[in-house]
């Protein structure tokens, strides 16, 4: 098991306290808007996929993620419960059965020959906790999404939906796949999402559910949660907001002061001058 780093930063007094002073409004966190930035890519299993991890990011993954977020940065989040998900791709699937038969044109990608599916592993992975207080602003989820039908390697293209949910809350959704495809009960064709929470998701416990559609149809094929895998049940998450770096100040003496102590020490300044001005 790795251990994040996170080295401290010396920052001169008046960059801090220029910080403390800007206007809360523009500091504090939008809680109303929950915004997230997620990359899906295929990986090769992990050798230790049964539990929960620790793990560092790797440049190309951290790369990812800032180009990601800088691309999102004036896209609006929308929030979808699950049923209102499975709903949408239900009314796709009948808008396009209906068009199929105006036109009287076979489905692009939808096959005829019935197929079982399912999830036959899923793991997760904490990544970013900048203050070490156990509580990870950045995860992956990874699964192992299996086709059986009538021939030996059959194959099926499939893309997912993956929902969080706050402390057995409702699940709300924060990602969907890109279409990628499966190979029978192929072990080489995990997929991964990895995850940086950025705002609305208050520090807590969060449970992971994941439900996979085969292209063309508008039915959930497999699905599985915190019910069927411990690794995806209270991942201990928050916001990046609320991940701040621990930051220690150096003074001329030796001795060091965190921010916070320096925020306090501020407090304590304004209001003694607050006081000897109401007395004077």
């Not at 109303?32 to 990986?43: D, H, L, M, W």
């Not at 239900?90 to 005829?112: H, M, T």
């Not at 928050?238 to 501020?266: A, P």
Request: proline fraction near 2%; aromatic fraction near 12%.
């Amino acid at each position: 098991m790795s251990q994040l780093i996170c080295q401290s930063k010396r920052l001169p007094l008046f960059v801090l306290l220029l910080g403390v002073l800007l206007p809360a409004a523009v500091a504090a966190e939008n809680l109303g808007q929950i915004r997230s930035t997620s990359a899906g890519y295929k990986i090769e299993k992990e050798l230790n996929s049964n539990a929960r991890v620790e793990a560092e990011l790797t440049l190309q993954q951290q790369d990812l993620l800032k180009r990601l977020s800088f691309e999102n940065t004036n896209k609006i989040p929308d929030k979808k419960s699950r049923e209102q998900v499975i709903q949408s791709h239900i009314d796709n699937a009948l808008k396009g059965e209906s068009q199929r038969q105006v036109s009287a044109s076979p489905a692009l990608y939808a096959n005829s020959v019935y197929r079982d599916f399912y999830i036959y592993d899923a793991y997760s992975r904490l990544f970013v906790d900048n203050d070490y207080d156990g509580f990870y602003q950045t995860f992956s989820v990874t699964f192992d999404a299996d086709v059986s039908g009538a021939y030996i390697n059959e194959t099926a293209n499939v893309f997912a939906e993956l929902y969080l949910s706050r402390n057995g809350g409702p699940w709300e959704h924060y990602y969907t796949t890109d279409i990628f495809n499966i190979f029978g009960d192929a072990t080489d064709d995990d997929y991964e999402v990895l995850t940086t929470l950025e705002s609305g998701f208050t520090t807590d416990h969060y449970d992971v559910l994941i439900d996979l559609y085969e292209v063309g149809y508008g039915d959930v094929v497999a699905t599985v949660s915190s019910n069927d895998f411990d690794s995806l049940y209270a991942l201990p998450l928050e916001s990046s907001y609320w991940d701040d770096e621990y930051i220690v100040i150096e003074t001329e003496h030796g001795g060091s002061m965190s921010l916070w102590g320096i925020l306090v020490l501020l407090a304590l300044g304004l209001s003694r001058r607050n006081l000897a001005r109401r007395q004077s």
